[in-house]
């Protein structure tokens, strides 16, 4: 049997199980149960989560932990871009070069922010989002990987009825949105 490994934060750990469920038969589905945080968190567990198993496809997102901000860092984000940008090229080469299977880069999720800004423990802005995903979008680019439109899909449906109060996580109807369509989008190359 075909497997497929998806590597992300609380996001994807919503949207797995859809995943899953759309792909028996065809495929083995395996995540990590640790939320995959930050960039920086990802490629310290990249041997663990990625490296050393085996997969058809591998299904990559992170950059919510990256992109949120925090009073105790002046609200400055958690990494800069710059950092961001690093992170990703290490994750990118350790895959690229260290396994077979075929690496899908899936672009960070939008957020609500006059719904987020009331956690008021941290920020996170679309703005930063944008910024974020242009530097991966570029670096995916360099590779030559293939991309997934996360965000573009949950802009196209409208994020106002897919995530919850904390505007950041999905509704069950969400992450059953998004598995659907990661279950397409993995499902063409397995």
């Known amino acids: 049997m075909r497997r497929v490994i998806l590597i992300g934060?609380?996001?994807?750990?919503?949207?797995?199980?859809?995943?899953?469920?759309?792909?028996?038969?065809?495929?083995?589905?395996?995540?990590?149960?640790?939320?995959?945080?930050p960039s920086a968190n990802v490629l310290g567990h990249l041997d663990e989560w990625?490296?050393?198993?085996?997969?058809?496809?591998?299904?990559v997102n992170c950059g919510l932990h990256d992109v949120a901000r925090f009073a105790e860092q002046e609200r400055r984000t958690h990494v800069t871009v710059?950092?961001?940008r690093a992170n990703l090229?290490?994750?990118?080469?350790?895959?690229?070069?260290?396994h077979r299977g075929l690496l899908i880069w899936a672009r960070t999720t939008p957020v609500i922010e006059v719904r987020h800004d009331t956690t008021k423990d941290r920020w996170r802005y679309n703005g930063?989002?944008?910024?974020?995903?242009?530097?991966a979008d570029e670096?995916?680019?360099?590779?030559?990987?293939?991309?997934?439109?996360?965000?573009?899909?949950?802009?196209?449906?409208g994020p106002g009825n897919l995530l919850v109060d904390d505007g950041v996580h999905y509704t069950p109807a969400g992450s059953a949105m998004l598995g659907a369509a990661v279950a397409r989008f993995v499902g063409r190359y397995l």
């Open 9 to 37: 934060d609380s996001i994807r750990m919503g949207y797995q199980p859809y995943v899953a469920a759309a792909l028996a038969g065809m495929a083995e589905v395996w995540g990590p149960e640790a939320n995959g945080g």
């Open 89 to 98: 090229r290490a994750i990118f080469e350790r895959i690229v070069t260290g």
């Open 128 to 135: 930063d989002i944008a910024r974020f995903n242009a530097a």
């Open 139 to 157: 670096l995916a680019g360099e590779f030559g990987l293939m991309r997934h439109d996360l965000h573009g899909i949950v802009m196209s449906a």
């Open 50 to 59: 990625v490296l050393d198993r085996e997969a058809d496809v591998i299904h």
């Open 82 to 84: 710059d950092g961001y």
